[in-house]
């Protein structure tokens, strides 16, 4: 508590104002350095903004950045900004890694502090190359592109752009889940900073109950500072995308019911993407990835059998497919995801698209379109092999096991550049979240489990996961966070207490 008597005398300013983040922000500063904390109008602070994926998020104002470059700085943060809140929640914090979710709010604070770990991008490999150490600042292009050279792999995230911090800690979906589980199974250590300031380890043999509680389990137990992650081998691969035209959904929601509910190769994955795009017009698009350089691996006969507009299908690197996925997705726009899970049928997913393409019509014609509006519903196959791997592999928060599957994971992603627009955008794709929630109750298909990495603000993941987890959880977090520095003085993210 070196920190301590120091912050402590900033407290009588803070407290007398009610809530001077300036105060805090200016004790901060005092306790980790000048240079780590920046302000409006600074390069430091312009650069933390310019670094969200959604436009919402960029666009909150943080009475200051605190941006650390060791876990040491981290602690020292942490400590005062536990000094500080220790009366309460007077100076409110957010924790941004890569910063690519869309819930407002869960990575940035408007008048409040943000810790911005873009600086901790330590990236170093064990001497036999069998895990790989990522500072949580990394995004997963500088990962992939560290080991592709090297002909290894860690099962991370899809999209180049995506930081590795929030992304282990909610789970993280891979190119490489049905075989490796989620990401965060394959994280073989955490390190992160308690609330009290402590720097600790978290793995299966220390700290255990917090390793497994982390595997899901959002920002409630501190500030992830690194992670160790398991490597395998991987050479260039097969995968890439097929685009079809609008008059082919049929036929590919039937491919893809059959790929989910056979999964008949653990190697092989697969995203329908059914969608909108200004400049485009509607479309379908079905995105490959299998375990090996295999041309045209049969698994996916039943996709190529259907007639396409083109493809970029390849044998390639990660990094690459991670790239391209990418540019789809550009940084800086407004954005929004929502998402729902339920079992597969192909007439039910026959009237979800149906739900959907009912609402795409008062959004994209008329007198008053969207303006370079985006509008995709995903599917993705969470299989019963994927679930199975997470088991082997120690489990985590998520509450799955072998049994709960086979799911899909839906998610609607929009894009869009007025706010103006923001309140039928959201309107609209809530009501179609709504319609298939209520659709797949009545049909016996419906799924608790939503995935956090794709949750909006008004869903509950943590509920998802069932009770026996939550509580866990939140038992865990009584224990190393006490006083609930995470749950009271950051209020972005899910939490686990109401």
């Given at each position: 508590?070196?920190?301590?008597?120091?912050?402590?005398?900033?407290?009588?300013?803070?407290?007398?104002?009610?809530?001077?983040?300036?105060?805090?922000?200016?004790?901060?500063?005092?306790?980790?350095?000048?240079?780590?904390?920046?302000?409006?109008?600074?390069?430091?602070?312009?650069?933390?903004?310019?670094?969200?994926?959604?436009?919402?998020?960029?666009?909150?104002?943080?009475?200051?950045?605190?941006?650390?470059?060791?876990?040491?700085?981290?602690?020292?943060?942490?400590?005062?900004?536990?000094?500080?809140?220790?009366?309460?929640?007077?100076?409110?914090?957010?924790?941004?890694?890569?910063?690519?979710?869309?819930?407002?709010?869960?990575?940035?604070?408007?008048?409040?502090?943000?810790?911005?770990?873009?600086?901790?991008?330590?990236?170093?490999?064990?001497?036999?190359?069998?895990?790989?150490?990522?500072?949580?600042?990394?995004?997963?292009?500088?990962?992939?592109?560290?080991?592709?050279?090297?002909?290894?792999?860690?099962?991370?995230?899809?999209?180049?752009?995506?930081?590795?911090?929030?992304?282990?800690?909610?789970?993280?979906?891979?190119?490489?889940?049905?075989?490796?589980?989620?990401?965060?199974?394959?994280?073989?250590?955490?390190?992160?900073?308690?609330?009290?300031?402590?720097?600790?380890?978290?793995?299966?043999?220390?700290?255990?109950?917090?390793?497994?509680?982390?595997?899901?389990?959002?920002?409630?137990?501190?500030?992830?500072?690194?992670?160790?992650m398991e490597t395998f081998q991987l050479g260039p691969y097969w995968g890439g995308g097929i685009y079809y035209a609008q008059s082919e959904v049929q036929p590919l929601i039937s491919a893809f019911t059959n790929f989910t509910t056979a999964a008949a190769d653990a190697k092989a994955n697969v995203i329908l993407s059914i969608g909108y795009a200004a400049q485009a017009g509607y479309y379908a698009f079905v995105d490959e990835s299998y375990l090996g350089a295999v041309q045209?691996?049969?698994?996916?006969?039943?996709?190529?059998?259907?007639?396409?507009?083109?493809?970029?299908?390849?044998?390639?690197?990660?990094?690459?497919?991670?790239?391209?996925?990418?540019?789809?997705?550009?940084?800086?726009?407004?954005?929004?995801?929502?998402?729902?899970?339920?079992?597969?049928?192909?007439?039910?997913?026959?009237?979800?698209?149906?739900?959907?393409?009912?609402?795409?019509?008062?959004?994209?014609?008329?007198?008053?379109?969207?303006?370079?509006?985006?509008?995709?519903?995903?599917?993705?196959?969470?299989?019963?092999?994927?679930?199975?791997?997470?088991?082997?592999?120690?489990?985590?928060?998520?509450?799955?096991?072998?049994?709960?599957?086979?799911?899909?994971?839906?998610?609607?992603?929009?894009?869009?550049?007025?706010?103006?627009?923001?309140?039928?955008?959201?309107?609209?794709?809530?009501?179609?979240?709504?319609?298939?929630?209520?659709?797949?109750?009545?049909?016996?298909?419906?799924?608790?489990?939503?995935?956090?990495?794709?949750?909006?603000?008004?869903?509950?993941?943590?509920?998802?996961?069932?009770?026996?987890?939550?509580?866990?959880?939140?038992?865990?977090?009584?224990?190393?966070?006490?006083?609930?520095?995470?749950?009271?003085?950051?209020?972005?993210?899910?939490?686990?207490?109401?």
């Open positions: 508590m070196a920190n301590f008597w120091f912050v402590l005398a900033f407290l009588p300013l803070i407290t007398a104002t009610l809530q001077n983040i300036s105060a805090c922000c200016h004790a901060l500063s005092a306790a980790v350095g000048s240079s780590k904390v920046s302000y409006p109008s600074s390069a430091a602070y312009v650069e933390s903004a310019d670094s969200y994926f959604a436009q919402q998020e960029a666009q909150l104002d943080p009475t200051c950045v605190f941006k650390p470059t060791s876990a040491q700085d981290v602690s020292k943060g942490v400590e005062a900004l536990a000094v500080l809140n220790y009366a309460g929640p007077l100076c409110p914090f957010a924790i941004k890694a890569g910063g690519h979710h869309t819930v407002i709010g869960i990575a940035n604070i408007h008048d409040g502090v943000t810790i911005d770990v873009a600086g901790l991008d330590e990236i170093s490999l064990s001497a036999d190359r069998s895990v790989i150490s990522l500072g949580t600042g990394n995004r997963w292009i500088n990962v992939s592109e560290t080991l592709d050279p090297m002909n290894l792999a860690v099962t991370g995230g899809r999209v180049s752009g995506i930081g590795v911090g929030g992304f282990l800690t909610g789970g993280g979906i891979s190119y490489f889940s049905p075989s490796r589980g989620w990401a965060c199974d394959n994280v073989k250590n955490f390190e992160i900073v308690l609330a009290s300031g402590k720097i600790v380890d978290a793995n299966a043999s220390s700290n255990s109950d917090l390793f497994k509680a982390l595997k899901g389990g959002g920002n409630n137990f501190g500030v992830v500072t690194r992670v160790d045209n691996p049969p698994v996916y006969s039943e996709f190529v059998s259907i007639p396409q507009e083109f493809d970029t299908l390849r044998v390639d690197t990660l990094s690459d497919f991670t790239n391209e996925l990418g540019e789809n997705t550009p940084d800086g726009l407004r954005q929004d995801i929502i998402s729902i899970c339920f079992h597969p049928s192909s007439p039910f997913l026959s009237e979800v698209v149906a739900i959907w393409n009912s609402s795409t019509t008062s959004l994209v014609s008329g007198s008053s379109p969207v303006a370079n509006f985006l509008y995709s519903l995903a599917l993705q196959p969470l299989s019963a092999s994927q679930f199975a791997a997470s088991t082997a592999a120690g489990g985590n928060a998520m509450g799955l096991t072998a049994s709960s599957g086979p799911l899909v994971l839906l998610d609607l992603t929009t894009q869009w550049t007025n706010s103006a627009d923001d309140t039928r955008v959201l309107n609209a794709t809530r009501s179609v979240i709504s319609a298939i929630k209520k659709a797949s109750q009545q049909q016996g298909l419906s799924s608790n489990f939503i995935y956090l990495n794709y949750a909006s603000k008004e869903e509950d993941p943590i509920g998802g996961y069932g009770g026996a987890s939550k509580a866990q959880l939140q038992g865990v977090s009584r224990k190393y966070d006490p006083r609930g520095l995470f749950q009271k003085a950051v209020p972005g993210g899910f939490k686990l207490f109401p």
